[in-house]
Structures are given as C-alpha cells and as structure tokens.
C-alpha cells in the first residue's frame, strides 16, 4: 500500500531515483527502508534482520556547452553512524507526521526548500514532503521537521560530506541540482582582448588572462599586457600581475598583491629619456565590491625616483559601472589616472562572457591624456 503525497514528487523522482542507483522501496525486502532528500543528498537507512545499514548518496548536475550529467559520490556508513542515524528517525516523530498537505495551517511556496522522506515496512509505503518548514510560523509539525533534519544532519555530518563533494568536481562549466533554481557556474580561466588607445597615442591592444584554477588547485593568477603608440615612434608598453587570496580568504573578503611596469618613450613629454617605472602593491578587495591597494613605486628615466602608489576601485551592481582611481606619488610630481567603464553580461556558456567600454583621464608629468577602451571577455 502506497500513502502520502505521490500525485507530484513520487513520480518526478523515479527518473532520478534511477540515474542515482537508489534503492527501489517496491521491491526491498527489509523489515523497514528509509530515504531523505536533502538539497544535492539523499540517506538511505535499512534493517534487516536486526542490521542497520546505510549510504549516503551527493549528486549535482554538471552543466557544460556538450552535455548534461549527474554527478556522484556516495558513502557507505558505518555501522556505528548508520545505528545513530536509525535512532534519530526512531525517535525524532518524523515517521507519524502527514504529508505537509495533510497538515492544518502548512502553507506552500514557489521557492524555498523542499525536503521528502520515505519510508517503507513489509505492509507499506510512505512518501512525505515538507515545503520550507523554517517558514511555517512554529506550526508543531513543523518544529518536528527542523528537529529531525538537524539531529540527522549534525550526526551525518551533511554539510562537511557535501563541501568535500563540491571541491572534487572539475572547475568548469555550470552545476547545479536537479529540480532546484540555483545555478552555479565556474571559470577555471578567462580572457579579455580589446582596443586600447589615446588622443596622443591612438593605436593599441590590452590582453588579459585570469587563472583561477590548474587543475583542481586554485590559484587566483592575472596577467595583463597592454600597449598604444602613435606613427611617430612613442609608445606606451605596460605588463601587471596579480594574485589574489593571499591570508584573506573568505567568500566575501579577499587580499591581493600586484606587480605594474610601464616603459614609456613620448617626445612630446620629454625627448631626452625612456621612463620605467615598477610599482609593487598590496591590497584588500571589501564584501561591498571595494578595493583598496597601497604600495611603492620606483621609477627611472633621467634619475631615480622612489615614491608611494594608491590605488581606489569601487564596483557598482546596478548600473553595472566600475570607478577607478590609481596614482603615484613622488616628492616633486603626483600622477593619476582616473577611469569610468560600464560593462555589458551575456551568458556565461556563451563565447562572449561580457564586454566593457571604459573612458579614463591621465595625467603624466606635464602631459594629460584621454582614453578609450572597449574590452571583450571570453
């Protein structure tokens, strides 16, 4: 005999119940069969003849441009954590409790999180759902749900099992879990081409590429060059790298150094030299999309000159816009350049990510310039 909610959920899941290799209830002899779906995890928990036996099973679906697959990986437990988790379905009530429609006062949501159990004897068969049961205002029932799913979560410890999942997946493409409205898609690399150029030097080229992982080891890299020049033998040549998540390594605050080096050849700011000039920096990047960077420049053309670099950038969500401020500081000259650069997104799967167009104004020595540059990332 089968009860409980099956109109929907029971039957949306036997596709996946196959893909996953789970257990058929309908066919299991043991004297009582347990499953729990919790978002990416499902529990199965068995007795027969008196041996309680376990497996917890982790699945994503991996979203890349050629194909879909559902990802695995699933544990046995041992013997010792599949009798605790058999004592807290025994004693939590879950196993009394309708289905959330069968409850007074359960409301129903478009979003949230949906969890189902099921549970089977020799006589029957119970498939059970519960919307969101943190949003159900202390309704008794409800309590019970968030009890249970705690004790089984802390006794299984869900939460470590499903990170150490997630980090063994390939940095690459998009995941997410079946049935859910999350997406959550990887970069393992990006590359940014475009025209750069000037009023005094309207030739030019930057080139960007970010390696945030090789292989499965993370490394936050970034490499730019860029270069502009004019028909008149001036030019402007720039190299910069980056690394981020250096001791700051949270999901919201992170840290990073930088390296700049500029070499500059304009007769129309001075003719008698060729400027180099090496920054190194230090910075940290807020949770409110500001970054922040301090460090020393050294520069050389006719004389050495050693001086300190700011650096100010603020990210703006809506309208999508970035404001920069860097500058270098010597005793007897401060040159800056300020920049505005609006971006445009596009699907991630896509080849063209995003694009940017961005207008600066610099200020050299006795020399002032405007900017222009147009940016696609892939």
Known sequence: M??????FWH??????IKKLKLTDFNKIQADFSFRFWIYGQVIEIFKEDNQIKGELTNYTSHITKKRNDTLTYKIKLDSIKALKAYKV???????????DKEISGWSQGCDGVEYIIEHSDKYGYWYKSYWTPSAQDSIPEALI??????????TLELSKTYKKFEESLPHKGCYTIP??????????????????ASTKLPIGFNSFISL???GKIRTNFRFGFQYKFDRNNNYDFGFNTSKSNLFIKNSNTYDFILYNYQKRKLDFVDSTCVNNNHQFGYGVSFADNLDINLGLAYMLDNKEKVGGIIGLSKWFYNPKINITLNSTIFKDDIDYTIKVSKSFFFNIMSFIKSTSIGLSFENYKNYSDFNINLTILL
């Open 89 to 99: 379905i025994q004693q939590s009530g879950i196993l009394a409790l309708q289905s």
């Open 179 to 196: 049935g859910g409205m999350i997406i959550t898609c990887h970069l393992n690399k990006t590359y940014r081409l475009g025209y750069l």
């Open 145 to 154: 749900v968030m009890d249970f799913i705690k004790a089984l979560s802390d």
């Open 11 to 16: 039957n949306q899941n036997q596709e996946l």
């Open 212 to 214: 945030y992982y090789i």
């Open 2 to 7: 089968i009860k409980g909610d099956t109109a």
